[in-house]
């Protein structure tokens, strides 16, 4: 009787040797494997990735216009939509922190910190702002989005180490300052900024122009009526192209 003893074929691959039949099934279940291995371990490194988003709108007004009560002085106060999506695979959530807005109006820097949540709405030329919770940190969790309106107070700054745009920013400006300062310059930068633990700091900044309609609801008569909502355009960062053609 004959015997087949001719070797099984195989593919060799630089050091290695395949067998045709039953090996490279074996070796396709590595590779699969070590793709699944090397995309869990992207995740791990990855972790939490919590975007900010930028306003529509950012609402400015007098304490009296938005309901916030200090001892003498009348201070502008800050409304805004601050809005965050978590990209991150299942299990990955962002934990945010202190939230809070910087704004730069007529050569001078501002920092206010996030007090209350809120909901706001307006009647006739009145606005109603509803607390609906204290600021305070709280979860995105993976795959999901949070939006909220946050009320802004004048607050101490408080830098963190190696934030040189925070290094300066005053904690206030008086409302009557407020109104001569925009009437002579009407646009206003804001950048909106959150901490998010264990991630640093995520920021989204936006520019403000007030028109005619704007500064004269600054002015009326009555107090509760001193406030408006302009609309606020996304600015984004210059890539490195953009500011080496720009000059910028």
């Known amino acids: 009787m004959a015997h087949n003893d001719a070797p099984e074929p195989t593919w060799a691959l630089g050091p290695l040797s395949i067998k ?8 396709v279940a590595f590779i699969l494997s070590v793709i699944g291995l090397l995309a869990q371990a992207r995740e791990y490194w990855r972790g939490a990735n919590a975007v900010l988003f930028a306003p529509e709108q950012v609402t400015f007004g007098s304490t009296k216009a938005l309901k916030v009560y200090f001892q003498k002085d009348e201070f502008l106060i800050v409304t805004a939509i601050m809005s965050y999506v978590n990209d991150a695979a299942a299990g990955y959530n962002a934990a945010i922190g202190r939230e809070y807005v910087r704004f730069d109006i007529d050569g001078k820097r501002y920092q206010y910190l996030a007090h209350h949540m809120v909901s706001t709405s307006s009647e006739s030329s ?77 920021s989204v900044q936006c520019r403000v122009t007030l028109n005619a309609n704007d500064l004269e609801a600054f002015e009326k008569e009555k107090a509760d009526e001193q406030w408006s909502g302009p609309d606020c355009y996304e600015e984004k960062p210059k890539g490195f192209w953009d500011r080496l053609l720009g000059g910028k």
Do not use: Q
């Open 126 to 202: 009145a606005i109603t702002v509803t607390p609906k919770d204290d600021s305070g940190p709280f979860a995105v969790s993976a795959g999901s989005a949070v939006s909220h309106e946050v009320l802004f107070e004048p607050h101490p700054v408080k830098c963190a180490d190696g934030d040189r745009d925070c290094a300066g920013r005053l904690p206030a400006i008086r409302w009557s300052d407020f109104k001569t300062a925009v009437r002579k310059n009407p646009v206003i930068m804001v950048t909106l900024l959150a901490d998010v633990y264990g991630k640093g700091t995520l």
């Open 20 to 27: 045709r039949t039953t090996d490279i099934l074996a070796l």
